[in-house]
């Protein structure tokens, strides 16, 4: 097999974090759904239950689907993750955060698009690797600037009920 030359660093990862969860979680987004469609219902704005459901249905299907393995590679021109390839000319930085015991790399493009790269990293010593090549084209932030739609969403997952269920005691 005949390795290809530009390939820099490259690693297999899910394509998104991922974290199974048990029928409690499932119950919850239940509940809070029935809990909102009531509310919705009975203060006349019926049309808005069929977002919710759907928004329901959504969390339903990335709670119970595991995501695919991709190859994620880094090359002397830029970033490939499953199938689409950003050129270091139109990065800006990157940066890393934690989500379900992942690392995940985020890389964002220049302005005026912002577009945002999430990447999963299994590993720290995947992570350190990337870290080192990553910095000689992009820039590292290592406290990144969150904008108002990362803050709702770090907001909402601090206020998702965490499924690990302790172990009790025997009762006498």
């Known amino acids: 097999m005949d390795k290809n030359p530009q390939v820099v660093y490259q690693w297999r990862a899910p394509l998104r974090p991922y974290k199974r969860r048990s ?36 969390f339903y299907v990335l709670t119970i689907t595991p995501p695919p ?11 490939e993750a499953a199938g689409v390839t950003a050129r270091f000319e139109m990065l800006s930085h990157f940066y890393f955060g934690k989500r379900f015991g992942f690392y995940t790399l985020t890389v964002v493009s220049q302005p005026p698009y912002f577009y945002h790269f999430y990447l999963v990293v ?14 000689n084209h992009l820039i590292y932030q290592e406290k990144p600037q969150k904008t108002i739609t990362d803050k709702m969403l770090d ?3 601090s206020l ?3 499924d690990e269920i302790e172990a009790r005691p025997a009762s006498v």
């Open 69 to 79: 393995e991709v190859d994620n590679k880094v090359t002397t021109f830029g970033i």
């Open 23 to 58: 029928a409690l979680i499932l119950r919850f987004y239940l509940a809070v759904a029935f809990l909102l469609s009531a509310i919705v219902f009975f203060f006349g704005d019926k049309i808005l239950i069929i977002p919710i459901w759907a928004l329901v249905f959504l």
């Open 160 to 162: 998702m009920p965490d």
């Open 155 to 157: 907001f909402l997952s």
């Open 122 to 135: 299994p590993s720290e010593e995947i992570k350190n690797n990337l870290v080192k090549i990553l910095s």
